[in-house]
């Protein structure tokens, strides 16, 4: 199974509002990403998890909130969002070791947000 | 993160081969070149990745130049299904556990 599964698919919320979204895998990856991708462009790091402590912060507003509530499972707390934050949701993950191995990365299918 | 350049577009004919290049003058001895693809709306999808010497797996083959400063992913029968956007990407293992797309080629297959 080189699965990831992110819910939900679709999210329409106001500026407001508090959301989730969640990801999860069980191919017993300690690595865990979050990348967002706007219309026509490449995906853009976020958020990295290692061995659930974050690793890497790419410099991402505090609107954006990531938790680790175990190997298997990540989120991104959203709240206060902007409509410009209207985006497809990427998580990914993979092994989290991989010197000379080449450590794939495996991505779900995204969350597309759109924030009224 | 040492940059890739790749072309913006390219097309093909379905069950021809296709040669999509990609330059990286300034890879580093500990990069590793890595091609992703991603269909239309799904996530990227790994394809290959290799050092120093070509690979092939099922989906492609990659062939990376003696200096490194360039590679081909080559798809050798193109269908439909790989109609996509191809991202290479340099990736230090051991540096951070990052991935970091640039623009990418959007492939077309013309049938």
Not at chain 2, 9 to 29: Q, R
Request: hydrophobic residues 30%; aromatic residues 8%.
């Amino acid at each position: 199974d080189t699965e990831v599964t992110q819910t939900p698919k679709h999210l329409v919320m106001g500026m407001t509002n508090k959301k989730s979204l969640k990801c999860e895998q069980h191919m017993g990856h300690r690595a865990m990403y979050w990348y967002k991708q706007k219309a026509k462009k490449p995906p853009e790091l976020m958020f990295v998890y290692s061995y659930e402590k974050l690793s890497i912060n790419e410099s991402v507003p505090s609107r954006f909130s990531p938790e680790c509530p175990n190997s298997s499972l990540l989120n991104l707390h959203l709240h206060a969002l902007q409509p410009e934050d209207s985006a497809l949701y990427l998580c990914a993950s993979s092994q989290g070791r991989g010197r000379g191995t080449g450590n794939t990365i495996y991505f779900g299918e995204g969350s597309w947000l759109t924030v009224v | 993160d040492a940059k890739t350049t790749q072309p913006n577009s390219m097309e093909s004919n379905e069950e021809e081969p296709v040669h999509l290049p990609c330059n990286h003058s300034t890879i580093s001895g500990t990069d590793y070149i890595h091609w992703y693809r991603q269909l239309p709306s799904q996530g990227p999808e790994y394809v290959i990745h290799g050092l120093t010497s070509n690979v092939n797996n099922r989906m492609a083959s990659l062939a990376i130049a003696e200096d490194r400063k360039s590679s081909t992913l080559i798809l050798h029968r193109a269908t439909l299904r790989d109609a996509a956007v191809y991202y290479c990407i340099l990736r230090d293992l051991q540096g951070a556990q990052k991935l970091v797309f640039g623009q990418g080629t959007r492939l077309t297959i013309n049938p």
